[in-house]
């Protein structure tokens, strides 16, 4: 099995037990919502979401893979979705299943394993990434990869009662080969 090693997470292909596990362990921060809860997760759907992945994969529309901790516990995944292999571009996509597990650097160090595969494994040129107004931590994720703000969709989410703006980022391989 292939592995892109980090320091203290590494990224693989996920296996049917693993979608349940994150399924099992998704929890949501009501403390600090940044994204839609996502009512109807269900562990029972886990296999159906495997075999999405794995039609996906063979589609080559998406390659999503798990991030698992240095002892192998599973803690999220991380995706190219969307990929357009004629213009070489994709999108950009990280869940992490516990909150004990955000805020911590691994889903920085995901995202620059994937990026890295993505533009010299890849060969992908263009990578975008949405994220809404009020999720702070994953502009600052995004910002410090080297992805540039392109624009902002504005009140395009409907969340909590309110409308919120979306956020476009995007990196180019010429702005990622000078980080």
Request: aromatic fraction near 10%; include cysteine.
């Amino acid at each position: 099995m292939i592995r892109l090693q980090g320091k203290d997470i590494y990224l693989a292909a996920l296996e049917r037990k693993d979608c349940k596990k994150i399924c099992e362990d998704n929890e949501y921060d009501f403390n600090n919502p940044v994204e839609p809860i996502l009512l109807g997760w269900s562990v029972e759907n886990a296999d159906e979401w495997f075999d999405e992945i794995q039609r996906l994969l063979k589609a080559d529309v998406n390659i999503r893979v798990g991030i698992f901790h240095k002892d192998g516990t599973i803690i999220g995944d991380v995706a190219l979705q969307g990929i357009d292999r004629a213009n070489r571009s994709c999108s950009l996509g990280i869940g992490m299943a516990k909150i004990e597990n955000r805020n911590k650097g691994y889903g920085t160090q995901a995202l620059r394993l994937i990026l890295e595969y993505a533009f010299l494994n890849q060969g992908f040129e263009r990578i975008t990434a949405n994220t809404m107004e009020i999720n702070i931590p994953m502009q600052k994720a995004l910002e410090k990869l080297g992805f540039i703000l392109e624009g902002r969709e504005r009140k395009a989410v409907y969340f909590k009662g309110q409308k919120y703006d979306n956020l476009v980022y995007s990196l180019l391989t010429d702005e990622y080969t000078q980080l």
